[in-house]
């Protein structure tokens, strides 16, 4: 059974920046596509961001406008998120996701093992 759990987040200000972590445990992710995912309170959970299976490969959310760096560590099976210059509209809870088909979907339901999230909280 995998099991992710998130970590780094937290309560910024505007302009910050912050590292959330996915520590996989259960079996090596390194075959899967990872994503990370964010839900705000009242709206539906939306893709951030995604990561191939060997990393080369990425994908964002156009409305991030570059903020955000996705990153792997097979060796480490771990999952990255960086934000920079946070804005007050990305707080909600960031989870992250495996998609054991190594595929490149954007869509929650796509994806096979899911983290419990972690809060961001972006103060203006």
């Known amino acids: 059974q995998v099991q992710l759990v998130e970590s780094g987040g937290g309560l910024v200000q505007a302009g910050g920046s912050l590292r959330l972590a996915c520590a996989a445990s259960g079996r090596s992710l390194a075959s899967y596509a990872m994503g990370w995912f964010r839900q705000a309170p009242g709206k539906e959970r939306e893709f951030v961001a995604r990561i191939s299976s060997s990393g080369f490969r990425t994908a964002y959310a156009d409305s991030l406008e570059g903020r955000f760096t996705i990153s792997r560590d097979n060796a480490k099976n771990t999952l990255y998120l960086r934000m920079n210059s946070l804005k007050p509209e990305d707080t909600a809870v960031y989870y992250c996701?495996?998609?054991?088909?190594?595929?490149?979907?954007?869509?929650?339901?796509?994806?096979?093992?899911w983290g419990q999230g972690t809060q961001v909280t972006v103060s203006s």
């Open positions: 996701a495996a998609d054991r088909s190594g595929g490149i979907s954007r869509l929650p339901a796509q994806y096979d093992y």
